[in-house]
């Protein structure tokens, strides 16, 4: 399917692993010329190099999404590469798991931060060209728990600060969605389900299990018995959603959440 996308520029944040790396590298394989944001320069340089194996065009720029300055820095390093963005994904520094008399003021207050007023700067900084353009897109990679609360009881783990912002950034989400439709740009959230992402989703659920008193193993074979498809998704499959809704076949798609979960978040509405 041509996604009606290339030569696009797509500036593509956490785009150095995980599923922002795979989104970046599905982008590529689309014809975008991506412009890679994260904060380790190392992890850049591979997924800018792998882009380019396929023989797609990409850059890099180091940036730390908790900086707010950061935002249109980036959006001037993709002018200078390429040109200002036509597509922008926000991977959102995620809350870390635990039960709310665990956590201070300022840890909701950097959740928050993290979540909403970054997302904010992000579109502030990405929109202004879209908007003369009159065409662009913008994807988060949301959570679950943006619509359904995440319980002990069905996720295994407690999730107080992710269950409190989370919401918070899918409104912020729809409303920007609301704001831009007339110019042509549309604003959607992918929330992943259980996605297998190497060593880092490992070391998350490693965290989790000892947080409840379980053996890893134990752990992850309760989440998977939760899933009605009996595993974990790739970071492949929340990227061909998202590259999707970045194409022009996508153009009347907008202020949706779109799980990619195996079907488990729908057992428990």
Not at 59 to 82: I, K, N, Q, T
Not at 113 to 135: D, G, K, L
Not at 200 to 222: K, L, P
Request: aromatic residues 10%; proline residues 5%.
């Amino acid at each position: 399917m041509d996604l009606g996308i290339e030569g696009k520029v797509a500036l593509v944040t956490g785009g150095s692993h995980g599923i922002g790396r795979a989104i970046a590298e599905e982008l590529g394989r689309n014809g975008c010329r991506v412009l890679i944001v994260a904060r380790g320069q190392a992890g850049i340089d591979e997924a800018v190099a792998a882009i380019r194996a396929e023989g797609g065009e990409a850059a890099g720029f180091s940036a730390d999404l908790v900086d707010p300055s950061s935002y249109p820095r980036m959006v001037e390093a993709a002018r200078a590469c390429y040109d200002a963005p036509d597509i922008a994904i926000f991977s959102p520094v995620a809350p870390p798991p635990g039960r709310f008399t665990e956590f201070a003021d300022t840890d909701f207050d950097g959740a928050f931060h993290n979540v909403v007023t970054s997302f904010a700067h992000f579109v502030r900084a990405v929109t202004p060209a879209m908007q003369e353009r009159r065409w662009g897109r913008i994807v988060t990679v949301g959570s679950g728990h943006g619509r359904l609360p995440g319980r002990r009881a069905t996720l295994g783990f407690d999730y107080a600060l992710a269950n409190t912002v989370r919401p918070a950034g899918l409104g912020l989400s729809r409303s920007v969605a609301d704001e831009l439709a007339q110019f042509g740009i549309t604003v959607n959230t992918v929330p992943p389900g259980f996605i297998d992402t190497g060593e880092q989703y490992e070391a998350f659920f490693r965290d989790c299990a000892q947080a409840v008193n379980q053996s890893f193993e134990q752990f992850m074979a309760g989440l998977i018995d939760r899933i009605p498809m009996k595993r974990f998704g790739t970071a492949d499959e929340v990227a061909g959603l998202c590259a999707f809704l970045c194409s022009a076949r996508a153009s009347y798609i907008t202020g949706q959440y779109m799980l990619v979960d195996g079907g488990r978040m729908e057992i428990y509405y």
